[in-house]
């Protein structure tokens, strides 16, 4: 037993006289912190996208000899899918850019002609594109 108190003493003796590291440490300079600047949004840069929807457009077959009149009309319908990509740039508050844009359509419709009864008028869009620019305030 004298053997455990005489080790215990031991070991408290050596833990106080070890030295004690964290307090050695130097304290932190004291810095300002940066004023603080608000961050503007940047209209610039390429874009890509994709785009899908569904469309309608109106046909009417009209004749070029006289006399005769108009052959009717019909409307056409269908899904389209595709994409478009561009770029834009800021300049101060301006903001000038250009996108293209291309789509895949299944766009149909007849209807029976007017002027010649058996025959059937058709019209369909496969495919349709745009190219634009843009110019903003921001």
Request: hydrophobic letters at 45%; aromatic letters at 12%; proline letters at 4%.
């Amino acid at each position: 037993m004298k053997r455990m108190l005489l080790g215990a003493v031991a070991l408290l003796t050596l833990g106080a006289l070890a030295p004690a590291v964290a307090a050695d440490l130097p304290a932190r300079t004291y810095t300002k912190a940066p004023d603080m600047i608000p961050v503007a949004y940047d209209w610039s840069g390429v874009y890509v996208g994709i785009n899908g929807g569904w469309g309608t457009a109106s046909r009417c077959f009209d004749q070029t000899a006289p006399l005769i009149g108009t052959d009717g009309c019909h409307n056409t319908s269908g899904a389209f899918a595709g994409g478009q990509a561009g770029y834009r740039w800021q300049a101060a508050s301006w903001v000038f850019g250009f996108e293209a844009l291309g789509d895949w359509a299944s766009l149909k419709g007849s209807s029976v002609s007017l002027l010649a009864p058996a025959n059937i008028d058709r019209s369909r869009i496969d495919a349709f594109g745009l190219f634009t620019g843009q110019v903003g305030y921001a």
